[in-house]
């Protein structure tokens, strides 16, 4: 596939240079977005580049899907806007009768919407103070769970989204995480939640938090699969200890990765979970669902927010979930991370800088690692600099930064996907 170059893209990126903040940078910055077709983004010039990313996993049901456009643009001809904590509309109750039934459990639930995923996990440390009277909050190394200050406070990466953003939320507590291929101690899921839960009971004490935070598949972090049982182990002590066991899904969440969502995977049923990024076919919509206890504890008036919710989004959401259902969207990604780990699984023993092909479903990490194992980012960088260079859309991730994820649309047909790893493959033989 070839990129070709072009001075609209020259003026576009001066432009850019004169008029947006030097703090907000783009991964591809030569490559503006002009139209998508399944798996696929075009650029200013109409270079196709294949997309192995999804906007970080949000275009799950591709960009621009067309029962999403025609939903939007009938809702848009309708009202655009109508402030739930003003006048309510059906498609908000909607999307929360849809939340509330396909998120883990079968108990009574309620929701609320928000805009970003970063709204939507600290409303739920906002709702878990609140039901439980307590304030303490537990996350985990490797976490990332938005970029406001009191998710800062929760994302455990210095750079680049808490230098000097400080001081941060207090009454956040960090604890070890299960890091299979990183635990020096080499701990089964349940050892390595006992190892947490000693930390918690010794520097905080169960009775003193709200709510334990986890991403069920770290994110940002690295794409890190906790060992089987973990989170089980988490999830029980939280129960036994009147502790909100809070599942951020916002990156696993909505079919991502073979399931509807990940705690699904470890029969975990959460108290609250906060979604986002899949959940509307790239329109921005979050959500917060939890057991009605918890949600309903907080006083009327307490939980809103202007956009929240927002028509156009709610609309676009229901197409995203009709959609997934009708085209077993589930079921895509299972094949499509079938597809990535034959196609890169052999590259780990052939390759030792590539320590691990990782992840479930199409939600997938390769670790890139130096002779000794000490992480390997600049090996990352190379590959994703390649791919890039010959028109393949992939993000890298990991405290570190030695993590290259693929995350892309489950409607990717299958010959462009092969056409991405093929690329992916060869900048790995060359790195
Ligand atoms: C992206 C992400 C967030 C933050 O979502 P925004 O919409 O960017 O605010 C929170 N948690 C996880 C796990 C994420 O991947």
Redesign the pocket.
């Known amino acids: 596939m070839t990129v070709p170059t072009s001075s609209t893209g020259a003026a576009l990126a001066a432009r850019r240079a004169a008029a947006v903040a030097a703090g907000v940078t783009s991964l591809l910055p030569g490559h503006f977005a002009t139209g998508a077709e399944p798996g696929v983004l075009i650029d200013q010039d109409g270079a196709r580049l294949i997309d192995l990313g999804a906007g970080?996993g949000v275009t799950t049901v591709g960009n621009a899907a067309p029962a999403v456009v025609e939903a939007v643009r009938r809702q848009a001809a309708e009202f655009t806007h109508a402030c739930f904590m003003i006048n309510p509309y059906e498609g908000y109750v909607a999307v929360c009768e849809q939340l509330n039934a396909l998120t883990p459990g079968a108990h009574e639930k309620r929701s609320a919407l928000f805009n970003?995923?970063?709204?939507a996990?600290e409303n739920a440390v906002k709702i878990a103070r609140h039901a439980t009277g307590r304030p303490a909050v537990a996350v985990f190394d490797h976490a990332?769970?938005?970029?406001t200050n009191l998710t800062l406070a929760l994302t455990a990466k210095n750079m680049p989204y808490k230098h000097r953003f400080g001081p941060f939320a207090g009454e956040v507590y960090r604890a070890p995480t299960s890091y299979p291929l990183r635990d020096p101690a080499g701990l089964t899921g349940p050892d390595a939640a006992r190892r947490a839960i000693a930390h918690l009971d010794a520097q905080v004490g169960a009775t003193n938090l709200a709510a334990v935070l986890i991403?069920p598949i770290q994110?940002?972090g690295g794409y890190i699969v906790p060992a089987p049982g973990f989170l089980p182990a988490l999830a029980d002590w939280c129960r036994a200890n009147g502790i909100a066991f809070i599942a951020?899904e916002?990156?696993t969440g909505f079919c991502r990765t073979g399931s509807w969502f990940a705690c699904d995977h470890e029969g975990v049923t959460p108290d609250l979970v906060a979604t986002?990024?899949g959940i509307a076919g790239g329109l921005p919509l979050?959500g917060v669902t939890g057991r009605a206890d918890l949600m309903d504890a907080v006083h009327p008036g307490g939980l809103g927010g202007t956009f929240g919710g927002n028509p156009l989004a709610c609309a676009a959401a229901l197409a995203t979930i009709d959609t997934m259902r009708a085209e077993r969207l589930a079921e895509a990604a299972d094949r499509i991370g079938a597809t990535i780990a034959a196609r890169l699984g052999p590259l780990v023993a052939e390759h030792p800088a590539l320590a691990e092909v990782r992840g479930r479903g199409a939600m997938v990490g390769l670790e890139f690692v130096g002779p000794d194992g000490a992480p390997a980012p600049e090996v990352a960088r190379r590959v994703a600099a390649r791919c890039h260079r010959a028109g393949v859309i992939v993000l890298t991730c990991g405290t570190y930064g030695n993590v290259i994820r693929l995350v892309p649309p489950l409607v990717i047909p299958a010959d462009v996907l092969d056409e991405g790893l093929r690329v992916l493959a060869d900048a790995i033989r060359s790195c």
Do not use: F, L, N, P
């Open positions: 970080i970003s995923g970063a709204e996990v990332y769970h938005g970029r991403e994110g940002e951020d916002v990156q986002a990024k979050a």
